[in-house]
């Protein structure tokens, strides 16, 4: 890797305060081969899309809002899933560490595997990683292959391994009426995140149709239009399973 490596960021929001501590400098890489009904950011898909930067020139936009991150903040890197475009976030991160940034990656995992060259790779990133923020989207992997068009075993592979080595992880749940919302598989869920070494927290996001707009721009069709958000009762059992106020103490 040079610094000739370029990155493909879909947007950038300069005062995060939902992904991951403090106030965060949030990076929406281009590019997801996942196909989630009910992903929100269908415009990131694109793998082709995006404005190239190179590291030291993201970094160098992201250290212009240092002062405002305080001692718990710093970047995130989202998407689309960043893991796609993992040389760039090797060399972006390894240059964010050196001037003290906390690092964070908000990804689905779905790209993970142990084959190589691609674990290798993972396995330098993080030593530069602070905390990932991972997506479950249903425990179920036929389920999940018919709402997502990929299986969950390698997003469930890492989330094992990054409990295995110990890296930090705030996993999250989208709670979909007809889709995600049955006790069964939150009680699945629930036992498969109990088992897990380095969960710091777990948060249930409520679907909503904040989205759907982006569908009608890009001419996809709006599988879940049928569907409204779950109720509150509903999101509170949700919690209730996942026992999400067991984790509350630990961030």
């Not at 990076?27 to 950011?41: K, L």
């Not at 793998?47 to 190179?54: A, E, S």
């Not at 972006?92 to 290798?120: M, N, R, W």
Request: glycine fraction near 8%; proline fraction near 6%.
């Amino acid at each position: 890797m040079t610094e000739t490596t370029k990155g493909y960021v879909h947007s950038i929001e300069s005062f995060g305060s939902l992904d991951g501590p403090g106030i965060r400098f949030v990076i929406f890489m281009q590019g997801c081969r996942m196909r989630c009904e009910f992903c929100h950011n269908p415009d990131t898909w694109n793998m082709g899309g995006g404005t190239p930067y190179t590291p030291q020139e993201l970094l160098d936009k992201a250290l212009d809002y240092k002062e405002y991150w305080g001692e718990d903040g710093g970047i995130t890197v989202s998407g689309g899933e960043p893991l796609l475009q993992i040389d760039f976030l090797i060399e972006f991160f390894k240059l964010a560490k050196a001037e003290g940034v906390h690092l964070s990656i908000d990804t689905c995992g779905q790209p993970f595997t142990y084959d190589e060259p691609f674990f290798g790779r993972f396995e330098e990133l993080m030593t530069y990683t602070d905390l990932i923020l991972m997506d479950i989207k249903h425990i179920d992997n036929d389920i999940h292959k018919k709402y997502t068009m990929h299986p969950n075993t390698a997003i469930l592979d890492m989330a094992n391994y990054l409990s295995d080595v110990g890296i930090p992880m705030w996993l999250r749940h989208v709670l979909v009426p007809e889709r995600s919302d049955y006790d069964e598989h939150l009680h699945r869920l629930s036992d498969f995140i109990s088992q897990l070494k380095s969960v710091e927290k777990v948060e249930v996001l409520p679907y909503h149709k904040l989205g759907v707009y982006k569908y009608e721009e890009l001419g996809i069709p709006y599988k879940l239009k049928d569907i409204d958000p779950p109720t509150a009762e509903r999101v509170a059992n949700a919690n209730r399973i996942l026992q999400t106020d067991k984790y509350k103490s630990l961030v």
